[in-house]
């Protein structure tokens, strides 16, 4: 007697799925693309004209001010702009000698500061032995 195939059930119906995308959402993505791209391109010369616009919004008043005492205008732009000079150059007069004087220390430091380092995270990585340099 030959075996009857087992009862898998009703047969379902193959169903399938189309994913159409339309011409808008095509349009929309490329436009998105195109966008990031452009921004992309032109990012240093957006951060030169935002700057540009701080020093004149930053400025301004100083300018100004020195115009309406009869300063020309021109020379009351030169003037501030020397003067902001004299404040970064006095700025970096001041605080450049201490910063070697810190990086020359940290130079001479860095035997003793890479040997407590070790000492500190011996105990969370300990070496293997054969790695450790043998006494001498």
Known sequence: MAQAEPWRGPERPVVTHR???????????????????????????????VV??????????????????????????????????????????????ALLDQLASTVQQLPHLQQRLAQTLEPACPTPRRWRRSPV
């Open 19 to 49: 994913v159409e995308i339309s011409a808008r959402t095509i349009l929309t993505v490329a436009t998105c693309a195109g966008a990031v791209w452009l921004l992309n391109a032109l990012t240093p010369i957006l951060v030169v004209i």
């Open 52 to 97: 540009a616009l701080m020093l004149v919004g930053t400025l301004h008043p100083a300018v100004g001010w020195m115009a309406r005492r009869g300063v020309e205008r021109r020379l009351a732009i030169a003037v501030v702009f020397l003067a902001c000079g004299a404040v970064v150059a006095a700025t970096a007069l001041i605080t450049v000698p």
